[in-house]
């Protein structure tokens, strides 16, 4: 009999089955290098994120490829609608259940450490999952496009957060390198999984399965095709949620089935062997001598002070100040500073944190000179904010609003928020939560985006501001999704026909299955099902 591995080999091996009596010895066990995938761990991650020491389990498999499976059924590709919810909810059932199965144990065999669950979800991973969630839902409730690819490339960020962990700034964007690089690191794993469940037992497990699937939709096509031919309204549901299968819709299940996995899969790889990030809080950085980041910052609050004080005079002097400047209109005056204002708002926030990591704090005359000068850089930030704010508002009254100048107005107003959080960080110095508060609030914003409905807003003000100057910009309004039609339908005939008849016209040619139901939608569809249809009109720019 061979000796018992010393404990530092027991650690790092994966248990090997014994063998049944008199069939020869126990099986190799698995190489190292294909459970962690196709690198060598420390080639690649170095002992930060080695991979998971064991493969999934059948249940953690079903789990996975069951989230696929419903991806597939319910994602609508090509428009927003309660599908995309429909998946989340399912991913997130399937990575509970596989988590709940990934570490389950033979009956009487102890799991060593290395084979043992990570930390549980925290209250912060609670929240980032359902922001992932709330994101996502998102597009059963708003038609704009636009709005939900800002909300789906914010839910990868929370999403790897859920998953992977991050507190500070470096550790946030570590953990999203290693969620984007998990998908495909999982793809071994899994597939190890799936060789282990199809040799366990001769493959029985696997072959009753599919047996069973088989069965259930022999089942499901004899009896549903005899109700179908029996009942007209049966029919008409089991036509409406039955898709068209050619060769265009093999391509997208594909397609969605091997993303769903990638992504699902990489999920629970995830959570089977969370990274190590407590290594990326930024202690023992390198810190600059005084007098190098405090005489350079001194010298740019003084120009901010200048600037701000004629800002304020700008603020508070109002249209007079504006109109009695020779040849400056508001248009000319709003167009001339927001832009500059803006880049000049993120360059500040960047300045705040380098200053943050690298000045030194290790006196009581450093940590008042970081309080003073980074307190008032940032207060005077804000009123730069203000006046960029101010200068959008009058943008917006001068040549309406549209989706950009929503945007970068609501960029402007969370980098007013981050430095009121800095200002709060600045009172002890600590600023360890500073990148998640920020994150989230950047979260919420765009969350009350959604909820305010921003194609709503814009067409309603634009509608107002035809009521104020008669002029308006129907060919813009027509490219606004149907989120925008309850406020178009309050336009004069003539204009209503020329902002809403694209509109209209997309809606009726492009019907809602299940998957693609939308409220922004199915609401504008009604409006416009009770009034009068609008008509094609010819309909150009304005010329102002």
């Known amino acids: 009999m061979s000796p018992d591995p010393t404990p530092a ?11 049944p009596s008199g ?39 079903g789990a996975i490829v069951g989230a696929a499976v419903a991806a597939v059924a319910a994602v609508p590709l090509d428009r927003t609608g309660v599908g995309w919810l429909v998946t989340a909810l399912a991913g997130a059932a399937a990575l509970i259940v ?5 570490y389950r144990p033979p009956a009487g065999v102890p ?24 994101l996502l839902g998102v597009g059963t409730v708003r038609a704009a496009g636009w709005l939900f690819l800002l909300c789906l490339a914010t839910a990868v960020l929370t999403g790897s957060l859920a998953v992977a962990g991050g507190r500070s700034f470096r550790a946030m964007a570590a953990a999203v390198g290693m969620a984007l690089a998990a998908g495909f690191r999982a793809l071994p794993w899994l597939a190890e999984g799936l060789t282990r469940v199809a ?8 072959a009753r399965a599919a047996a069973t699937a088989a069965a259930a939709a022999l089942l499901l096509i004899v009896f549903g095709a005899l109700f179908t031919s029996a009942d007209a309204a049966f029919a008409e549901i089991v036509s409406a949620g039955t898709p068209d299968v050619n060769g265009r819709t093999l391509a997208r299940w594909l397609f969605v089935f091997a993303a769903a996995l990638v992504v699902v899969g990489g999920c629970a790889f995830l959570r089977a062997a969370p990274p190590d990030l407590s290594g990326l809080d ?5 810190r600059v001598a005084r007098l190098e980041w405090a005489v350079p910052l001194i010298l740019l609050v003084l120009l901010f002070a200048v600037f701000v004080a004629v800002q304020v005079t700008v603020l508070f002097g109002g249209s007079r100040l504006v109109l009695e400047t020779e040849g400056l209109t508001y248009a000319e005056y709003a167009r001339s500073g927001f832009w500059q204002l803006l880049v000049a708002t993120g360059l500040t926030l960047l300045v705040i944190g380098g200053a943050v990591r690298w000045a030194p704090r290790g006196t009581g005359t450093d940590r008042v000179l ?27 009254d001068t040549y309406g609003l549209t989706r950009l100048r929503v945007l970068v107005a609501l960029c402007e107003l969370w980098l007013g928020v981050v430095f009121l959080l800095v200002l709060v960080a600045g009172v002890r110095l600590r600023a360890a939560w500073l990148a998640r508060v920020a994150l989230g609030a950047a979260v919420l914003a765009l969350l009350g985006l959604a909820a305010a409905n921003p194609d709503g807003l814009i067409a309603q003000h634009n509608v107002d501001r035809y009521a104020r100057i008669d002029r308006i910009d129907t060919e813009y309004l027509s490219t606004l999704s149907a989120d925008a039609v309850p406020a178009l339908e309050g336009l004069p005939e003539g204009l209503r026909d020329c902002a809403l008849n694209e509109i209209a016209v997309h809606l009726a040619d492009d019907p809602d299955d299940w998957r693609g139901w939308n409220y922004g939608r199915d609401h504008a569809r009604a409006i416009l099902a009770l009034a009068e249809p609008p008509k094609p009109v010819g309909c150009g720019r304005p010329p102002w």
Do not use: C, F
């Open 9 to 19: 080999t027991a650690m790092n091996a994966s248990p090997t089955p014994a063998a």
């Open 23 to 61: 069939t020869g010895p126990a099986p190799a066990p698995t190489s190292p290098g294909l459970l962690h995938g196709p690198w060598p761990p420390d080639a690649l991650w170095g002992r930060r994120w080695p991979g998971p020491a064991r493969p999934p389990t059948a249940g953690a498999l």
């Open 98 to 102: 596989a988590r709940g199965y990934a």
């Open 111 to 134: 799991v060593p450490l290395v084979h043992r669950p990570g930390p549980a979800l925290t209250a912060e991973r609670y929240a980032w999952s359902a922001a992932t969630v709330a």
């Open 199 to 206: 040799g366990s037992r001769g493959g029985r497990k696997p």
């Open 282 to 286: 930024g202690r023992g950085r390198r």
């Open 370 to 396: 970081i309080r003073s000068v980074l307190g008032a850089l940032s207060a005077l930030t804000l009123v730069i904010v203000a006046s960029a704010l101010h200068r959008m508002n009058l943008y917006a």
